[in-house]
């Protein structure tokens, strides 16, 4: 539906794919929006380091519902479609699932081609064996019986228990705002009735004995910053997301979804301005009772007005770094510290050399370490870097040549470590740390030869998510989604302390992951529309 109003403008501080969703949608809502980004480049966490001839995506890799991008490159100024069906009735049951060809819908393939990946990730035990996870039901079956055949009843519970989670959680309660803790109890009794609400490690292991299969069914909720051992059993509901659309891959990379994204920004006719970091919200005079953003303030010094500011930024940082306190009532520094955070990162980047090598690896690899639950509790609950380790190898050019130069590949692993809370000193110990890492890979035969035949390494530290990315303690995904920091008591997406301050992204609701940014984007947009009664928007 057309929408007709004075002309508004809005800001957004960061260019992730986040900011660059609620970009479009606040263009479709007919803002004349400008993103704000600290980099040289869009992305934040899905910046793009390019070193060699190789081009590597710095940080999410996993592409699922490629119905939210579609939604997104089929808005237009003054459309914004926000009253649609969240999850139409064309994208439900197991015969929509792509599992092959080009997916995401028409309008996404005018500006990036999507392929499915097959299978979703091998995940490789400490012992050498594997299971290849794609989702499919005879497939799956098949593995869990080669690991232990009485396993295969407690998958039916589970598989039929995550189903409903999935239904209730995501189907049914996904795009909803928890503004207010009546939202939440609402809600509450069918979390209850479904089980969600322990931990998904507790949950999972009243299906399975086993604890290989204990591990294949918990470890996906590490990909979004959340342990296992303490995440609420909602999060079961990654399995069916999976199963239901499959896992996806964007040819050319994610920061080619991230270039789309900017294109249809800017066909919109949004501006983003790079090397912008802003440094400051001026906030002054009142609206509706409450103290209003009425400038931000760049490190050049300049300074830029708006109607409504978002910050698709760290939840601790926006309001630590960028607010006076005497602005925050409710987000005080006391509150706001009290936050925990989710773990951080060492991204470890490599191009090698191809030539005679047997690389028996997939587009997706996790390598779980010889202990699960211990190291979780080292790295989350006593935050020191372990002995061991487990990771998540990813090698784009086993689907997308483009990548690397010919003969060669592109990769990256990623090795969940704690956040800066723990005082590590990344400077001295950081370049080890890497070595050992690429060390194993080759001892263990994941990459035969890997030091002889490397050609460029880099790596990312906590310290880069702290200095560089301006997230609270290093963390690498935002306040740690444990129960009591979900829903209604993760943080708001609309702030409780100034009435046009605005949160989207890993760090708002619902939470982190590039299927649930882009949800974020759609809930901000939505208490936007509200709040400036863009009524026509939500019918």
Known sequence: ???????????????????????????????????????????????VRREAGFTFDMGPTVITVPHFIEELFRLERGVANLGEPDFPEHILGEDKRVTSGVSGGPRTSEYVKIVPILPFYRIYFDDGTYFDYDGDPVSTREQIKAIDPAELEGYERFHKDAQAIFERGFLELGYTYFGDIASMLRVLPDLLKLDAVRTLFSFTKKYFKNSKLQQVFSFETLLVGGNPLKVPAIYAMIHFVEKTWGIHYVMGGTGALVQAFVQKFEELGGEIRFDSEVTGL???????????????????????????VVSNGDYANTYLKLIDPKYRLVNSNTRVMLAQQSMSLVVIYFGFRTD?????????????????????????????????????????????????????????????VPHNGSKLDWDLIGEPFADKILGFLEDRGYIPELLERLVTKSFITPDYFEHTLNSHLGNAFGVEPKLVQSAFFRPHNKSEDISNLYLVGASAQPGAGTPSVMMSAKMTARVIAKDFELFDALV
């Open 356 to 416: 005679g090598l047997d690389l028996d690896l997939r587009h997706h690899n996790i390598i779980l370490g010889p202990r699960y639950e211990g190291l979780l509790t080292d790295i989350f609950g006593h935050k020191v870097l372990a002995k061991d380790f487990s990771q998540y190898l990813h090698v784009p050019t086993l689907t997308d040549p483009s990548m690397a130069p010919p003969g060669h590949h592109a990769a990256y692993t990623l090795v969940p």
């Open 282 to 308: 001026e906030v002054t005079g009142k609206r509706y009772g409450k103290r209003q953003v009425e400038r931000a303030t760049l490190v050049s010094g300049e300074s830029l007005s708006a109607d409504l």
């Open 1 to 47: 539906m057309k929408l007709m109003q004075k002309q508004r403008k809005a800001i957004i501080i960061g260019s992730g794919i986040g900011g660059l969703s609620l970009g479009i949608r606040l263009q479709s809502l007919g803002f004349d929006t400008t993103i704000l980004e600290k980099l040289d480049g869009p992305g934040g966490r899905a910046y």
